[in-house]
């Protein structure tokens, strides 16, 4: 029987393959890459997310505080006070100045709450648009 050149094509085949697979490894690693970098902005956006919420925690509480401080003060005017003129005065006045600030307040938090999302969205963004290049790129080939 005579041999065949099967072995040369074969041999063809085999680097074929290796090349194919070589370019496949490839793009795993790639997608690899683009997974540990999503991960990092996740991570980035979480501790961005995690000290907004401190801070505002932080407002909500010295806001509460202080406003438990006036309350105790005006209790203990009104107490004091001798006529029902003085008392309508006295409740009149801490109304007005709790509700000056709670605009305040509620000004403040919601300042601190865009700010909050824009830094914890900032990393998440960048990494949306990259993988989507990285993702589309070889459909576009």
Same mark, same amino acid.
């Given at each position: ?21 070589? @370019?496949?490894?490839?793009?795993? $690693? ?10 990092? @902005?996740?991570?980035? @956006? ?20 202080? %406003?438990?401080?006036?309350?105790? $003060?005006?209790? =203990?005017?009104?107490?004091? @006070?001798? =006529? ?21 307040? %509620?000004?403040?938090? %919601? $300042? ?30």
């Amino acid at each position: 029987m005579a041999k065949t050149k099967k072995p040369a094509a074969m041999g063809a085949v085999v680097k074929t393959n290796g090349e194919a697979a070589a @370019a496949v490894f490839a793009g795993y $690693e790639e997608l690899a890459d683009l997974g540990r970098e999503n991960m990092a @902005a996740f991570l980035r @956006a979480n501790a961005a997310l995690s000290t907004g919420l401190e801070e505002i925690g932080k407002e909500v509480i010295l806001y509460a505080r202080g %406003s438990f401080e006036r309350a105790a $003060e005006t209790a =203990t005017a009104l107490l004091g @006070a001798k =006529t029902f003129q003085d008392v309508f005065q006295l409740n009149s006045e801490f109304a007005k100045a709790n509700l000056e600030r709670l605009l305040e307040g %509620s000004a403040k938090l %919601s $300042e601190m709450s865009v700010k909050l999302a824009n830094e914890a969205m900032a990393p998440i963004g960048g990494r949306v648009e990259a993988t989507i290049h990285k993702l589309a790129k070889p459909l576009a080939v």
